[in-house]
């Protein structure tokens, strides 16, 4: 018998607000934001997600959505989603949740995304002191290509993953990430040298109640405004997975996600269509509304079994993923090296975060002699299907960074060649990313020796 069709668990209604929705989506990770479905291991089921905004971003011709955005309110996720057992008996602190991605793809009738750079003084990105200004790049979709109006001549195959998939912390690990991210957030610009290279700001995001969302929590409740003080930001990355911004979880993959709390609480959002390695502009893959179709496994007492704390308690520890066997086929790859000296010059010691910041750059400065801004060059190394890379890490002074870009997504050839690259209106490629201006008074970091 022909197994049966994805249970719909979670729906959007693109015409509504996040709040709105029959599943009201949240934008916190707290243990006490209730679940809006359950599942049970081996069932098939879909989960259906806005983007990563919740629809502010739209498709136009104007920068002004990306420049104004309340990143205060994101990332929107759809969830929880309580899973259990056979027997009816959920998931439990200790387990491990393997969550297999069966299916996934754009929202029918919304196929379309956009990929950003957001104002050095309401989000910034890897390269925000090089890139101030907000920036916007629309692409469309044909089956499982995706091309732009703003970036010309260009034309890839996506690897379409959820930017953001884990469980949801207990009280007592979401009280070791309001520390250390407190900490940072107060003491990191005297304590960091790396603060002087990468330029981002905040270093990191804390609970506010503003732009806060707790799914069926209602807003302004004695409940939620204990919450909303207490609830972490969606952005980075932590234990509990969540905002990995893994390329490849795509079709067939699967992610071993410790679980910190009873039921385990899956949310999941922030589809992306394409991501480059780094996904360097910060809204940088190709956003998208989307779908995932899922199936669910448990594995009783797995965190024991199979992860090593990597810290001072039990709870620090990392999920564990394994790659999908669909992905893009290429075969001739131009790369870019970067090592750990800045733009001033300056030597840092075995700092992959810079030599990757100069692979990067040197990326960038070398498309732009073949007709494109700078500016589609930034926004197209964050959603092509780039790979980066640390190559080497162990030899002092520099660490070794490499950025490797398929060449057949161009529609001329990027090698070197012995004739001179071609210059003139001819080779230009128009029209360019949709820009605003930058209006705020922080120095733009400038390469006296790249070209102009």
């Known amino acids: 018998m022909a197994p049966p069709t994805p249970k719909q668990v979670v729906t959007i209604d693109l015409t509504k607000k996040p709040w709105e929705q029959k599943f009201p989506l949240h934008n916190r990770w707290h243990p006490h934001i209730p679940p809006v479905a359950e599942v049970k291991v081996g069932e098939l089921f879909r989960v259906e997600m806005s983007d990563w905004t919740g629809g502010v971003i739209k498709d136009d011709d104007s920068a002004l959505d990306i420049k104004s955005i309340d990143l205060s309110a994101v990332h929107y996720l759809s969830g929880p989603i309580r899973v259990v057992g056979e027997d009816g008996i959920a998931a439990k602190p200790g387990d491990l949740l393997v969550v297999e991605i069966l299916n996934?793809?754009?929202?029918?009738?919304?196929?379309?995304?956009?990929?950003?750079?957001?104002?050095?003084?309401?989000?910034?990105?890897?390269?925000?002191?090089?890139?101030?200004?907000?920036?916007?790049?629309?692409?469309?979709?044909?089956?499982?290509?995706?091309?732009?109006?703003?970036?010309?001549?260009?034309?890839?195959?996506?690897?379409?993953?959820?930017?953001?998939?884990?469980?949801?912390?207990?009280?007592?690990?979401?009280?070791?990430?309001?520390?250390?991210?407190?900490?940072?957030?107060?003491?990191?610009?005297?304590?960091?040298?790396?603060?002087?290279?990468?330029?981002?700001?905040?270093?990191?995001?804390?609970?506010?109640?503003?732009?806060?969302?707790?799914?069926?929590?209602?807003?302004?409740?004695?409940?939620?405004?204990?919450?909303?003080?207490e609830a972490a930001r969606t952005i980075p990355g932590r234990e509990n997975g969540g905002n990995c911004d893994i390329k490849n979880l795509s079709r067939g993959s699967k992610i071993y996600l410790p679980v910190f709390v009873d039921g385990a609480n899956l949310s999941t959002g922030d589809m992306h269509f394409s991501q480059g390695d780094g996904e360097v502009s910060f809204c940088g893959a190709i956003e998208m509304s989307g779908f995932l179709e899922l199936k669910c496994e448990l594995i009783r007492g797995g965190m024991k079994e199979y992860l090593t704390p990597m810290g001072p308690t039990p709870l620090h520890v990392?999920?564990?993923?394994?790659?999908?066997?669909?992905?893009?086929?290429?075969?001739?790859?131009?790369?870019?090296?970067?090592?750990?000296?800045?733009?001033?010059?300056?030597?840092?010691?075995?700092?992959?975060?810079?030599?990757?910041?100069?692979?990067?750059?040197?990326?960038?400065?070398?498309?732009?002699?073949?007709?494109?801004?700078?500016?589609?060059?930034?926004?197209?190394?964050?959603?092509?299907?780039?790979?980066?890379?640390?190559?080497?890490?162990?030899?002092?002074?520099?660490?070794?960074?490499?950025?490797?870009?398929?060449?057949?997504?161009?529609?001329?050839?990027?090698?070197?060649k012995n004739n001179k690259v071609p210059v003139g209106p001819r080779i230009v490629r128009k029209p360019d990313v949709l820009k605003c201006t930058y209006d705020g008074n922080l120095p733009v970091t400038r390469n006296p020796s790249a070209s102009t």
């Open 104 to 229: 996934l793809g754009p929202l029918p009738g919304d196929e379309w995304g956009y990929t950003a750079t957001f104002d050095r003084e309401n989000g910034g990105g890897f390269l925000t002191d090089h890139f101030p200004c907000a920036t916007k790049a629309i692409w469309y979709f044909e089956g499982i290509y995706a091309y732009s109006p703003h970036i010309p001549g260009v034309r890839f195959p996506g690897l379409t993953h959820p930017g953001v998939i884990g469980t949801a912390p207990s009280m007592e690990l979401l009280d070791i990430w309001n520390k250390r991210e407190r900490d940072l957030e107060e003491n990191g610009l005297q304590n960091l040298k790396l603060c002087e290279v990468l330029h981002s700001r905040p270093l990191a995001n804390l609970p506010t109640p503003k732009g806060c969302r707790l799914g069926k929590i209602e807003d302004g409740t004695p409940e939620w405004e204990k919450i909303a003080r």
């Open 318 to 416: 990392n999920p564990i993923f394994e790659i999908g066997p669909v992905e893009p086929r290429f075969s001739e790859w131009l790369v870019f090296e970067g090592i750990s000296v800045d733009e001033s010059g300056r030597q840092h010691y075995l700092d992959a975060s810079v030599a990757y910041k100069r692979a990067v750059l040197n990326a960038i400065d070398y498309l732009s002699k073949f007709g494109y801004s700078k500016e589609q060059v930034y926004l197209l190394l964050s959603c092509c299907p780039c790979e980066g890379r640390i190559s080497g890490i162990v030899d002092s002074p520099n660490a070794c960074a490499t950025l490797a870009i398929p060449t057949a997504i161009f529609d001329q050839d990027i090698r070197p």
